[in-house]
T-cell receptor, first 113, second 116 residues
Framework: AQSVAQPEDQVNVAEGNPLTVKCTYSVSGNPYLFWYVQYPNRGLQFLLKYITGDNLVKGSYGFEAEFNKSQTSFHLKKPSALVSDSALYFCAVRDDSNYQLIWGAGTKLIIKP | EAGVVQSPRYKIIEKKQPVAFWCNPISGHNTLYWYRQNLGQGPELLIRYENEEAVDDSQLPKDRFSAERLKGVDSTLKIQPAELGDSAVYLC??????????????FGQGTRLTVV
């Protein structure tokens, strides 16, 4: 069965430091992986996706994510965090045998000045 | 280009009353989703449309929830009667045809429903 795990409910990072938000997945076919961000009282905004090819994917607002097939992970990263990055981040996966998008529970990212 | 538009943004109703949410997807997007999101949790799919056809409604509580997308464009989600446990944010999203599983969905701002 398909599943997504975001092992950290909350991640705290000081402004200017690098950040990582973790995501691991389980699918039966080839994975398509997505990251979304949700600011307070807002809908979900698409950040980036992995389809195929280069394992390092670059997205909006300076975020990137690294696909690791052997570890079945797709961690979200940013070299230097901003206070405005504070939000809720969701990882999602879909495989090519099932169009249903499976969502993680979300990770709250707090960037402290 | 306009994004996914939802209305209303907020709705407070008494239990047992009906409520309806409206969604207008991005122009040209054939796939439309309705999700429910509880506080601090990920979205939960209620129903997915391909044009006017509901292709996945397995998670829709059909005793009280209904949805329609009559002309394959905008959509309405209804709850009748509402229960206290229906309090949540209802999100609408759209994407190009889901026959391409690598396509991302774009979300509206959601409707926050409070049932009292």
């Amino acid at each position: 069965a398909q599943s997504v795990a975001q092992p950290e409910d909350q991640v705290n990072v000081a402004e200017g430091n690098p950040l990582t938000v973790k995501c691991t997945y389980s699918v039966s076919g080839n994975p398509y992986l997505f990251w979304y961000v949700q600011y307070p009282n807002r809908g979900l905004q698409f950040l980036l996706k992995y389809i195929t090819g280069d394992n390092l994917v670059k997205g909006s607002y300076g975020f990137e994510a690294e696909f690791n097939k052997s570890q079945t992970s797709f961690h979200l990263k940013k070299p230097s965090a901003l206070v405005s990055d504070s939000a809720l981040y969701f990882c999602a996966v879909r495989d090519d045998s099932n169009y249903q998008l499976i969502w993680g529970a979300g990770t709250k990212l707090i960037i402290k000045p | 280009e306009a994004g996914v538009v939802q209305s209303p943004r907020y709705k407070i109703i008494e239990k047992k009353q009906p409520v309806a949410f409206w969604c207008n997807p991005i122009s040209g997007h054939n796939t439309l989703y309705w999700y429910r999101q509880n506080l601090g949790q990920g979205p939960e799919l209620l129903i997915r449309y391909e044009n006017e056809e509901a292709v996945d409604d397995s998670q829709l509580p059909k005793d009280r929830f209904s949805a329609e997308r009559l002309k394959g464009v905008d959509s309405t989600l209804k709850i009748q009667p509402a229960e206290l446990g229906d309090s949540a944010v209802y999100l609408c999203a759209s994407s190009l045809a889901s026959g391409r599983p690598n396509t991302e969905a774009f979300f509206g701002q959601g409707t926050r429903l409070t049932v009292v």
